[in-house]
């Protein structure tokens, strides 16, 4: 449609993984150079990790377009498998053909494995396995993973692997029990999202390849799309693809700031698609409002400096006095106290959960252990934080750059109670989503104990939690006894099988979490929320209308 009007051979920001349109930044240059290496090197893992849309997909399509001759790569790209039926990946990869199948187990696979290692490296060959989105892998998968760099002659490693995945991957290979796998990893390197002039670079790169020479995003455009996305490539192609829509829509040959701010509005429209459980309903408006703004392109971290000022949001009942109308969230950054801060913060989100912070008891996050509950740092859509529906901080930047904290603990419609200097103040939700970086931190306490994101195979008492807890959210917030239902005679409540995984990717596309079927650490917290048998607060209440 727009491609005539703006002189293009093609849509320039397709978010298909493309390596033509790989804009090789110095971290992406970095990235790269981090993978070539683990394919001449000898043994060991390489590990490459970055946000969900930094393009670690990009970069791997160049390195496979870039393979050296002596290399030979299997590339696995669903990693979610037990270990025979990961090692019957990489010998599919790898055309070889073992000479007994599943039935067998996994030893004729690592039989036929290691024997077509040692012909190729025979031949001067290079044997390289490159799995994508790595977080995935069950655990007996990864000890799996593990023992196939033992495959080696006196002298030569026969196998390379390389870990791509999510930053959650750092956090599982950091577990004791796989600390002989970690031990191993030979080279580590860390996706970030882009800066301001690697975001304006970006998106001059894509248009350039597409065929165009003018200028067509401002130099306000261009900062306006680095702040409402954080230099997140995969949130930069698809709020330029619908500014070049409007603009084309509008005749007008130049974007500016403004028409990016409206097309980032109308992206939040692709919301309205998805099914949401009848208790969150009456929040749709917001949603939509937030959805494609409040994305975060930045780690949490507790150490950047941040205003000495905190927002606190109050989760009380409104006063049944005259009640004044919300407010922009810009108006109390002019009100903010000099003093306060983080420990303010926290002290305030501790309170929703009837807990004292000490000030002189140690860091928040270890006092809160102490407690029973766990903080959880994230970033994602404001969908995603309604999903897990538990009061969470909040990170804002004002039109100055400056970070303040916020204390998200109730929503209701499109307006928020907040407290700020200890008065209860309201704001519209859609000013949180202006000045919201998409950055939160959440307290849980969890119901079950486990280290590691639940899989197909998995089994023990977390597996039936959550069997009992999505029966629990199948029907719905009205149901009074959450334990009437029990799965079927001919299902094995603590086993997590294929249609349990049918469940949990149908109870995340509900709530706007990663739709993969793995029941990981956002899962859980929705999944604990729905069911609140802690009777802790809930950022949407659906009792209200």
């Known amino acids: 449609m727009y491609t005539r009007f703006f002189g293009l051979n093609e849509k320039p920001f397709a978010i298909t993984p493309d390596p033509r349109y790989l804009y090789m930044s110095e971290r992406h240059a970095e990235a790269l150079a981090h993978l070539m290496y683990g394919l001449n090197e000898a043994g060991g893992f390489i590990q490459l990790t970055g946000e969900v849309g930094t393009g670690k997909t990009t970069v791997i399509r160049t390195l496979l377009e870039q393979l050296p001759q002596h290399a030979d790569v299997a590339l696995i790209v669903n990693p979610a498998l037990t270990p025979v039926e990961f090692l019957q990946a990489i010998c599919h990869e790898l055309h070889i053909a073992p000479q007994a199948g599943i039935a067998g187990g996994s030893k004729p696979l690592i039989d036929a494995l290691n024997a077509h290692l040692l012909e190729r490296h025979a031949r001067g060959r290079r044997v390289v396995v490159i799995v994508d989105e790595a977080q995935n892998l069950p655990a007996d998968t990864l000890e799996q993973v593990r023992m196939l760099t033992n495959l080696e002659t006196a002298t030569h490693k026969l196998l390379q692997i390389i870990l791509i995945g999510q930053p959650e991957l750092r956090e599982l290979l950091a577990h004791s029990n796989l600390r002989q796998l970690a031990q191993r990893i030979t080279g580590r390197y860390h996706l970030g999202a882009l800066s301001r002039d690697d975001t304006a670079a970006y998106v ?65 429209g692709h919301w309205r698609s998805y099914r949401w459980w009848p208790w969150m309903k009456w929040t749709v408006a917001a949603v939509l409002a937030m ?31 005259k009640k004044a109308a919300p407010v922009d969230v810009s108006t109390l950054f002019k009100q903010l106290p000099a003093d306060g801060g983080t420990d303010g913060a926290f002290a305030a989100l501790f309170d929703l959960w009837h807990i004292k912070l000490a000030s002189a008891a140690g860091a928040p996050c270890d006092q809160a252990s102490a407690a029973g509950l766990q903080c959880v740092y994230q970033k994602g859509l404001w969908s995603q934080l309604a999903g897990l529906n538990r009061p969470a901080i909040l990170q804002l930047n004002d039109d100055n750059g400056t970070v303040h904290q916020a204390v998200l603990a109730r929503v209701h419609g499109e307006s928020a109670d907040v407290m700020v200097a200890g008065e209860r103040r309201e704001v519209t939700v859609a000013s949180l989503a202006r000045y919201w970086n998409g950055e939160y931190l959440v307290l849980w306490r969890p119901a079950i104990a486990t280290q590691h994101p639940l899989t197909l195979g998995a089994r023990g008492e977390e597996v039936t939690w959550v069997r009992k807890a999505l029966q629990a959210a199948q029907q ?65 209440n659906h009792s209200e209308s």
């Open 476 to 540: 719905g917030p009205s149901l009074t006894n959450k334990d009437s239902t029990a799965p079927p005679a001919s299902r094995s409540p603590d086993y997590f099988d294929a249609d349990l995984v049918k469940q949990v990717v149908e109870f995340q596309r509900l709530h706007h979490l990663d739709a993969d079927g793995v029941a990981g650490m956002q899962t859980l917290i929705a999944l604990d929320a729905l069911l609140n048998d802690d009777h802790g607060p809930l950022l949407f």
């Open 204 to 268: 001059w790169h894509r248009m350039k390849v597409a065929g165009s020479n003018a200028e067509v995003f401002s130099t306000s455009a261009l900062r306006e799309v680095h702040r409402l996305t954080r230099g997140v490539p995969r949130l930069i192609n698809i709020i330029c693809d619908r500014a070049l829509l409007a603009a084309y829509t509008l005749e007008q040959p130049e974007i500016d700031a403004a028409l990016v701010r409206a097309a980032a509005n109308e992206v939040g």
């Open 291 to 321: 959805a494609a703004i409040s994305v975060a392109g930045m780690v949490w971290h507790q150490s950047k400096p941040v205003s000495q000022a905190v927002i606190a949001v109050h989760s009380a009942s409104p006063s049944p006095s």
